[in-house]
Each structure stands twice: as C-alpha cells, then as structure tokens.
C-alpha cells in the first residue's frame, strides 16, 4: 500500500467505496488523514465501516474543515449532472480529485524522479499496459503496474528511485488528476466513448490530452484525427513527441507495415521487431500497442534487444484475443472481453478462418458494423438472448448453428473446425455482447470458455486455469 502522507493530519471527505475506494479510504488513514467517506449504498458504507473507514453521510458534515474532496471515478463529475456530492464540494470550494492524483502527489513528494508510464487512449490500453510492465519486469526492473487495470493504484508499493510505474488511466481518473506528470504519457487512440459523462467528443479528447500534454515525453497514436491533431499540437508547442501508427509511415517515431514495426528516427528508418509468430500479438490494432511499448520502454532507458526478446514471449491478458489451447491446425481464442461489435472487430481480423462463438445481451447496432469482416467467419455458433437478432444480420452471409449455450457452441465448433483443410483455424469465443443473461461478467463467461476447451479430447492447453 501507498500510505498517503500528503494529506496527513488534515480532513479529507471521500465518495464511492467500492473496491478502489476502500482502498483509497485505508491509504488516507495510513498515511494519517481525518476521512470520512461515503456511498450511495449502504451496503457498501457498511462495509467500509467493517474494514475500520471512518463513515458519515457527506451531507451532515462541516465543509470548511475538508481540505479535499476525494472522489470515486466512477461518479459523475460534470455530466450528465454532477453527482450531489460533487455540488457540496464546489459550493465549500474544495479541490476535487482522485486516487490517481493522491499517488502522483506521493510520488512528488517522496520519489518524483521515479519512472512513470501512464496509458491511456479509447481501445488498447490494458494490453499495452500489461506488455509494458513485462518488458520492463523481463530487463530486470523493479516494476508495479496499476490503475485502471488490475490493482487499484494506492495498493501498489510506495515510490522509490528506481521503481518503475505502469499506470493505466481512463478518462474519469485524468480528470481528477490534475498534476499527474508521466514520465512517458501513451495516448494511443481516440473513438466516441464516453460521451455521456464528457459532453462530447471534444470533451473527451482534451480530457485525454492532459495527460501527454504533462509528460516528459508523449507518445501518441496518429491514425485518428483527434490524437493526429494533438500530435501536432503537442510538436508546435516544442514537447518531445514520438509518433505511432499500424497503417501509417511516421517521420519520427514507430509504424507498422503488417505485422512488421519500423521506427523512424532522423530521417532514417530501420526495422524493428516481427510480430507474425507471436500469437498475443495479432492484428493491426495490436502493432500499434506494440509500437506504444517499446516506444515508452525506449524512453526510459530499457535496451532495444531487452525489449523484443520479452515483446516475443509476451503472454497476453486473459479474455483478449487470448490463445488458450491448440488442437493441431486448430487454436483456441478466448475474447470474452469483447462485449460490443467494434471490440469484436480486431478479433475477426486477425484470423482468416474463424468459427465464431457470438451472442448474448447485444449492445445497440448488433453485429452490422462486422458486415466487412464476415468473409472471415467459416461459421458463427449462436448463444444467448439476442443469438436470433445475430441470425438475421448473418443470414445469407455466413452459416450459422443456433448453439444456445457456450458448452454446446464449443463442442459444435471445435468439430467443424476439426475438418477445416485451411493451415491456422480459429475456435474464437468473441461474443460482440455484454454476459449478464448467462454469466456474472466476461470473465467468468471465459473462464467457461476455457473449462469447456479444456474438457475436448486431445487438447494442448496454453494456458494453466
């Protein structure tokens, strides 16, 4: 844990006390602040209580005694309307920040010249993130990764010289983190996401541009017109800028031909690494994260041949685009994590050949923006409540087995897939839908996945659970 001594001593109201806020709370009161904190539910104060977190409903206390307001991320801050809790907070005239910006400030205070890599952009950020942290761990170094990936960040180990920090951000947690100053800000991509809590895709960008416009050095993905444009900004402006693209060659920075990386330095180009036999690293999409770490671990000093050696044995996140067993020509692909079509998309781009599990609660617009990709679909295994909204978007395209449950989809699919001639074949769980109508989350919707793959005769498991 990271004891937050910055605020020691003073009076500090907190809001949400879901797991990073209990976390948050019991940083505060190790580093010797006054918190009283708060929830909407109940159930959640009850059990910050049990845990020794000072409670109290923020509407009973003296706002002139806080000295800040420390708010979940998950809680609206300006919109759709700001939550009640953040009026109280305006109105005293109280800071309002988040877990982040308590950690960047004990980083100041205690270790500032520690390395910081801090991701964030709208698709890639955990993959990115985590493959950073194993270039890093792989050369040697003291690394905690963090954030909106994994463990909240005051859980990891306090700032220290050499430690490095791998931090993944989302747009709530920037905007509560005003000093957050990376050594290295990744800002990878930019899509409409979010827009109900920033306004609009405006908002949203320049939420996103805060953090690479307070790095040391910013890395930033060109291959959309938002983070082009910040790029750009960023250069005129005289901040150190490395430039990333999958589809694009840069001047000075690194880009993907296929799944070959360049990096462009001085005029010069040179050839970098080939991703084509790493299998946690398929697909465009993946270049570019690729193209992101080994930029940021250039920049903090990790040796090239450090880098691709750990870039080649990378392991890959459970749940995306994760190879889990083979089968001779046949590979096992578990991407539950993929719960709306364009999370869907990179997937079915990356194998040629895919028997497709897909279906449970879809999300608006279905699978019709997958229509360009559907060449690659050998045949699509239906589940879930909206497997007959799937069927009718497929019809004509491609063949489809109405599998209802995803044991039944994957013995059906891994035995056409058995009989399929083509030299890679892909059994892809990639359901382009949310869980809930069969499973608590997409992580148990995988880790189905995985039991039933396990339980095919003959199979050679990647991976242990």
């Known amino acids: 844990m990271i004891a937050v001594s910055t605020f020691s001593g003073k009076t500090v109201a907190l809001f949400g006390l879901g797991g990073s806020g209990i976390a948050t709370a019991q940083a505060l009161v190790a580093g010797g602040a006054r918190v009283v904190a708060w929830d909407d539910t109940q159930a959640s104060v009850e059990k910050a209580a049990s845990e020794g977190i000072p409670t109290g409903d923020l509407r009973d206390i003296d706002w002139a005694s806080v000295s800040a307001f420390v708010l979940s991320p998950g809680v609206p801050l300006t919109h759709p309307v700001p939550h009640w809790s953040v009026d109280l907070a ?48 792989s050369s040697g170094r003291d690394t905690q990764m963090g954030g909106n990936i994994g463990r909240a960040v005051l859980t990891l180990d306090p700032p220290k010289g050499e430690r490095f920090y791998v931090i993944e951000c989302s747009s709530y947690q920037i905007d509560l983190a005003p000093s957050l100053n990376p050594t290295v800000g990744i800002l990878l ?29 910013a890395v930033v993905g060109v291959d959309d017109s938002f983070s082009s ?44 690494a080939d991703l084509s ?11 570019q994260n690729a193209c992101a770490a080994i930029a940021a671990c250039l920049a903090v000093g990790v040796s090239l041949d450090d880098i691709i050696k750990a870039v080649a044995d990378f392991p890959g996140l459970a749940h995306r685009m994760q190879p889990v067993a083979k089968r001779g020509r046949v590979v096992f ?71 209802g449950t995803l044991e039944q989809a ?47 005769p003959n199979v050679d498991m990647l991976v242990r659970t």
């Open 90 to 137: 305006r109105a005293a005239g109280v800071e309002i920040i988040g877990d982040v910006e308590l950690f960047a400030r004990e980083r100041a205070a205690h270790a500032p010249d520690c390395p910081l890599i801090a991701i964030t952009g709208t698709n890639g950020k955990s993959t990115t993130t985590a493959l950073i942290a194993h270039i890093l761990r």
């Open 189 to 217: 991509n930019l899509t409409p996401d979010h827009l109900d809590r920033h306004g609009d895709m405006a908002g949203y960008a320049a939420i996103k541009e805060r953090l690479v416009l307070q790095s040391d050095v």
């Open 229 to 272: 444009a910040i790029a750009d900004r960023l250069s005129m402006n005289g901040h150190s800028v490395q430039r990333i693209s999958r589809r694009l060659p840069v001047t000075d920075g690194l880009f993907a031909d296929g799944p070959i990386l360049f990096r462009a330095e001085a005029g010069a180009v040179t050839n970098l």
């Open 277 to 287: 036999g790493i299998s946690t690293l398929r697909g465009s999409h993946n270049a």
């Open 333 to 403: 692909v578990n991407d539950s994590k993929a719960t709306n079509a364009d999370a869907t998309a990179p997937a079915l781009s990356s194998y040629e050949r895919i028997y497709w599990i897909a279906g449970g609660v879809s999300k608006e617009g279905g699978i019709a923006s997958l229509i360009p990709l559907f060449a690659n679909i050998a045949r699509a295994y239906l589940i879930g409540r909206d497997a007959d909204a799937f069927a009718e978007t497929l019809e004509g395209a491609v063949p489809v087995t109405m599998s």
């Open 410 to 456: 994957v013995a059906q699919a891994a035995g056409d897939a058995a009989s399929d001639p083509a030299a890679l074949v892909a059994v892809m769980l990639s359901p382009a839908c949310a869980s809930f109508d069969q499973y608590k989350n997409f992580e148990q919707r995988g880790e189905a996945f995985v039991s039933h793959v396990r339980a095919l």
